[in-house]
């Protein structure tokens, strides 16, 4: 006895319009014959018989044909009609869950003790249809709420759903941290299979996707993209698994985590918009917005004395002043201030406060544990009061220098 389905292959979301064919040499006496379609989904992890394993049937179709009835010598057919739900996931074997099809054919026969049965199974195929589905709205996320001033990562994407095959494209920027040299920030695409039905639920991380972002010098925001393979599985959920999608953008202590939609290839999406813009709420946007409100004029790459791409100057008189904000890891920020000064007369004098005086320039750190308005006027009072002992000294040293004097 030979039994097939045709057509062996179900359409996702579309009535299945076939026939279970049954072929003998000579006629048959059967008691009955009963039909089904199922949808197994199961994972199993570990060799051997011990290992813990889960299973799952979802039955789409069942039929008895009851009473004896005779198959004629040569093909019989069986009708079998039903409709398949349309978010019916197609086949797949991943280590180490999987999901499969199958029709059965159960014949029962009569015999002089007991019934006999025989058991056909036969593997299905299914064809999923193209769905509509939404990207969601854009995103940002930081890998510090608690403390703006800290320093942090942020990423920005522009959706959370994206299809197999696609290009994902983000923006990735660091805050209040050092950005004299570069910095390669890594991007983790990690599968994670959540296993359930023996004992406690558990789950396991599958092979990553791993790419990498060079931060330029001085750069903040920087747009990066990486491809999504075309063999790769989308996001999967069921009774006994599921799968999802972690993005981790990391770079020494910092790391933002994430986790998107992935949806089958074809799925209509409608274009992705681009990645949002970061919150710029560093120390050198701090610093550059008091600096616009006081007039002093924003100065990008200011050299090597300052650490960062932000700075601040202005002119008092004959006195030009660069402020800056240094990170130095564990030992916090740092307010660096730079005096240029025309030349004195005298090499070197000590002062309360500043770290070193040569002939032409005065350099100044202080610091700052927390930078805002009341840390930045403190520090202008520090410099005023500087400024003038300057002045002073310039006078004595140089009668003249008195006509150029800003406090007299």
Avoid at 27 to 32: I, L
Avoid at 143 to 155: C, N, T, Y
Avoid at 165 to 189: C, K, Q, W
Wanted: charged residues 20%.
């Amino acid at each position: 006895m030979d039994i097939t389905f045709e057509p062996r292959v179900i359409v996702a979301g579309q009535r299945y319009v076939g026939s279970v064919i049954v072929r003998t040499r000579k006629p048959e006496q059967v008691d009955s014959i009963y039909v089904h379609v199922a949808r197994t989904e199961a994972w199993r992890h570990g060799p051997g018989s011990h290992a813990p394993r889960a299973r799952h049937e979802e039955r789409l179709y069942e039929h008895t044909i009851a009473g004896p009835m005779t198959l004629v010598a040569g093909e019989t057919r069986f009708p079998v009609d039903f409709t398949a739900r349309a978010d019916l996931p197609a086949p797949y074997r991943l280590s180490p869950v999987y999901t499969d099809y199958a029709g059965m054919v159960k014949v029962t026969r009569k015999g002089w003790f007991k019934a006999k049965h025989e058991f056909k199974i036969v593997e299905l195929d299914v064809k999923t249809t193209p769905q509509a589905g939404t990207r969601g709205s854009p995103l940002t996320l930081t890998s510090d709420v608690r403390d703006p001033q800290a320093p942090r990562l942020e990423l920005g994407l522009p959706a959370r759903c994206f299809a197999v095959g696609e290009h994902i494209t983000g923006t990735v920027a660091l805050f209040n941290v050092d950005v004299r040299s570069p910095r390669d920030v890594e991007l983790t695409f990690t599968p994670v299979f959540e296993l359930r039905g023996w004992k406690n639920p558990w789950s396991m991380d599958g092979s990553p996707i791993t790419t990498s972002v060079a931060l330029p010098v001085g750069a903040t925001a920087t747009p990066f993209s990486f491809h999504l393979p075309t063999n790769q599985p989308p996001t999967l959920g069921g009774v006994t698994h599921s799968l999802d999608w972690k993005l981790r953008v990391s770079t020494k202590a910092l790391a933002v985590d994430t986790r998107l939609v992935i949806v089958p290839a074809g799925t209509r999406l409608g274009p992705p918009g681009p990645a949002p813009g970061l919150t710029d709420s560093s120390d050198q946007a701090r610093l550059a917005a008091y600096a616009q409100r006081h007039g002093w004029q924003i100065v990008t790459s200011p050299g090597s004395d300052f650490v960062g791409d932000v700075a601040a100057r202005w002119t008092v008189g004959p006195y030009s002043i660069l402020v800056g904000v240094v990170h130095r890891g564990k030992l916090g920020r740092f307010v660096v201030v730079a005096i240029d000064v025309p030349p004195l007369a005298i090499s070197r004098v000590q002062l309360a406060g500043l770290l070193e005086w040569t002939d032409s320039r005065v350099m100044y750190e202080q610091a700052a544990p927390t930078l805002d308005d009341h840390t930045l006027d403190t520090l202008r009072a520090t410099l005023d009061q500087t400024l003038r002992t300057i002045d002073r000294l310039r006078i004595a040293a140089d009668p003249a220098a008195a006509a150029y004097s800003p406090f007299r």
